[in-house]
């Protein structure tokens, strides 16, 4: 499959089709105005962090996160009526993990906010696939050589976040005050924290 998956291109073809359906009689501009504005209501990598700070004091709750991501951050009132399966990556000592959209910006938008625009760079989307260790470095995060870097490819299907790991000496911290460490960096795995 060939195709132009630019930004430019994919703006073109998504205002054809918002014509479309308005010539249709499909749906007004005010109308699709206010689905995109509701479906981007509550967009948030806050929403992310405050998985995560849960996924690190509540350990009942992190089994359930990593073995059905979608399930457990519904919990938190995300992904209701959402087709997409969230599927959460633990960094350990040994792996850390990375996310990515090969193909356009697959991106879990209620759990980490509006997509960065380097996440939807053609150079992003090809390197950290080639080369994660050194797209890694130019994020500022240099991991040991030991590490294990493990990329996921996220799809239309299936969505990505990165569970962090906790950060040392923040044992007395409570889920309020370790959500505010978390950077939607970090949920895509481009950061530690």
């Known amino acids: 499959m ?17 014509t479309l359906l308005e010539e249709k009689g499909v749906l007004s501009g005010a109308r699709l105005d206010e689905i995109i504005d509701a479906s981007l209501t509550g967009a948030s990598p806050a929403n992310g962090a405050r998985v995560v700070a849960r996924a690190w004091t509540d350990e009942a709750f992190k089994a359930r996160l990593l073995a059905d991501g979608t399930a457990a951050v519904r919990e938190f009132g995300h992904m209701e009526g959402s087709y997409q399966r969230l599927r959460v990556v633990e960094n350990t000592e040994a792996t850390h993990n990375v996310i990515v959209c090969t193909l356009c910006s697959c991106y879990p938008l209620r759990l980490l906010g509006p ?6 760079s053609e150079a992003y989307r090809s390197r950290v696939v080639r080369e994660p260790r050194a797209v890694l470095a130019e994020f500022g995060l240099e991991l040991p050589p030991t590490t294990e870097i493990t990329v996921w490819d996220s799809s239309a299907e299936t969505r990505y976040m990165v569970l962090p790991r906790r950060p040392e000496g923040t044992e007395g911290l409570g889920e309020e005050q370790l959500a505010v460490l978390v950077t939607r960096n970090a949920l895509i795995g481009t950061a530690s924290v």
């Open 2 to 18: 060939s195709g132009d998956h630019s930004d430019a291109t994919i703006a073109q073809r998504v205002r054809r089709l918002e």
């Open 115 to 120: 997509s960065p625009s380097w996440y939807k």
